[in-house]
């Protein structure tokens, strides 16, 4: 008997112990185990979404799409989240004339990738995109998409035509792509423009009459959507050049003569540039153009308000076209001849192609600033001439440029130190502006600018401020506004080459 308990109770403890790492107990709906040892989780059906009118699932039609993601994308496509919301984008292309083009490509970019290819044919002249809300993405025609006769919009330069574009990242940062900043239940509707290619050609002539080889004629787009911003053709040995595929719109053709010298705008020679409007399809003929300027020429004499000469003026004469409206000639880059007048105030241009120009004898004026003595104190309007009916030769007369004379606001700004040593005070809660007096009438004949709420930034590392404005000009108010008191104004009568000089204390000047 004393035999037997021993080995009843090691069978006791035996069962108790295969009770305890029994696997199966108390877990009836665990999940099984793999013969790795791996747990296996059993996938769980994801929540769909449905269109109600269709009664399509938007997952479904995510995964149709999903198949058009062209392979060039490095990064997979991320899965699609059930629960994120969506917007549409709805893409046509369009040719010059707004008519719809049923053959081609659209590329949706993110972050300089592509992520869908949208193919467009003659069963659809749209395809409708649906994508994450609240993103930004880009559309853009696919350039080598297109049939002939086509042409998309380009952005940059290029200095030749290749054979065949390539949709690889580098070759699409030439080409124009539209924003488009997504929102969760929106349908925007996107009209890709492309071009119908116009052509340009001419020939450049030499003073004589002989054939200029070797000039660097540049075709440039002026329109924000006019295509390629640069096309460059050089003249062949009977000084054609030809432009094969332009974008219609608006543009801009310029020449040299020496095409390794070209550095910037005053490098290229008159009579070019001129502005021009380009239309889809045309065979446009510049015909011939003389290098070497022409028979042309513009003179006259400058002075003040006061009637002293007027010396070290610019004049510069410009070509005087009829452009789109909204296109202004009047740039640097289109002028045809530029002098300074001497010590007595005279000028004289020269060597001027002869047709319709236009002069202006403050281009450098610049209507944001008092730029000072020695300077014009206001823009002058352009006097237009035409050197072929009033003649080659065009003597101006007397010319009356105001010379600035300003007036100057100044003084230094005192900050109390216990007031700004509060954190509800700041040197940037202070705000100064001037304003004319209202009612107050400039001296008949004298043109302004008008001075309404013009911000003087103070200098707030040197506690100073001070503002410039130009005289005469009419009884002017300066304020000083400071955040949480009342304003603190004064009215001066500006005097010419005079100052006013006040200090203002902070804040105890605004209690």
């Known amino acids: 008997m004393k035999s037997i308990r021993p080995l009843l109770f090691l069978g006791v403890f035996s069962l108790l112990i295969a009770w305890l790492i029994w696997p199966d107990r108390n877990q009836p709906d665990s999940p099984s185990h793999g013969e790795s040892g791996d747990l296996i989780v059993e996938d769980l059906a994801p929540a769909t979404l449905t269109d109600q009118s269709s009664g399509t699932t938007l997952r479904e039609t995510l995964a149709l799409e999903v198949d058009a993601v062209v392979p060039e994308v490095e990064k997979p496509e ?58 930004t993405y880009f559309v853009m025609v696919q350039p080598d998409s297109l049939q002939a006769g086509l042409i998309p919009q380009l952005v940059r330069s290029r200095k030749s035509k290749p054979e065949q574009v390539s949709t690889g990242e580098s070759d699409l940062k030439n080409y124009a792509k539209f924003m488009v900043q997504l929102s969760a239940d929106q349908w925007v509707k996107v009209d890709l423009e ?3 290619p116009a052509q340009v050609f001419g020939r450049i002539l030499g003073p004589h009459g ?22 460059s053709s050089m003249t062949n040995e009977f000084g054609e050049y030809a432009f094969e595929e332009v974008f219609p719109g608006n543009h801009r053709l310029k020449l040299h003569v020496d095409p390794l010298a070209v550095s910037g705008s005053e490098s290229w020679n008159p009579p070019a ?19 070497g300027g022409g028979q042309g020429s513009v003179s006259g004499w400058i002075v003040d308000q006061d009637g002293n000469p007027f010396p070290g003026l610019p004049v510069l004469c410009f070509s005087n076209q009829k452009v789109k409206e909204g296109l202004d000639p009047h740039t640097f880059v289109s002028e045809l001849g530029r002098t300074v007048t001497n010590e007595e105030g005279l000028f004289q ?96 004949g004298v043109r302004r600018n008008a001075v309404r709420k013009m911000k003087v930034r103070p200098d707030l590392a040197a506690n100073t401020y001070r503002a410039v404005v130009e005289t005469p000009m ?10 949480g008191y009342s304003d603190l104004r004064f009215q001066v009568k500006p005097e010419a080459l005079r100052t006013w000089a006040r200090d203002i204390q902070i804040p105890s000047a605004f209690e």
């Open 78 to 135: 991320q899965p699609i989240d059930p629960e994120s919301e969506f917007g549409k984008i709805s893409v046509g292309i369009v040719d010059s004339f707004g008519n719809q083009v049923r053959h081609g490509k659209v590329l949706v970019l993110q972050h300089g990738k592509v992520i869908r290819t949208l193919v467009i044919d003659e069963s659809d002249s749209r395809f409708h995109c649906e994508l994450p809300a609240s993103e």
């Open 194 to 196: 492309v071009g119908i």
């Open 210 to 231: 002989a054939p200029a080889e070797g000039v660097l004629v540049r075709l440039s787009g002026l329109d924000r959507n006019s295509g390629a911003l640069t096309e």
């Open 273 to 291: 540039p001129w502005d021009m409007e380009i239309m889809a399809g045309q065979g446009l003929d510049l015909g011939d153009t003389y290098l």
């Open 349 to 444: 241009i020269t060597g001027m192609k002869v047709g319709p120009i236009k002069i202006s004898v403050t281009p450098d004026f610049n209507p944001r600033h008092v730029l000072g003595p020695g300077h014009p104190a206001m823009w002058e309007p352009n006097i237009e001439v035409d050197l072929e009916s009033d003649g080659p030769h065009v003597d101006l007369g007397g010319i009356v440029v105001e010379d600035s004379r300003p007036f100057v606001l100044s003084g230094n700004l005192v900050f109390d130190d216990a007031w700004l040593a509060s954190d509800l005070h700041s040197k940037g809660d202070l705000r100064i502006s001037i304003s004319q007096v209202k009612g107050a009438e400039l001296p008949e």
């Open 474 to 483: 009419t009884p002017i108010e300066i304020s000083f506004r400071l955040k």
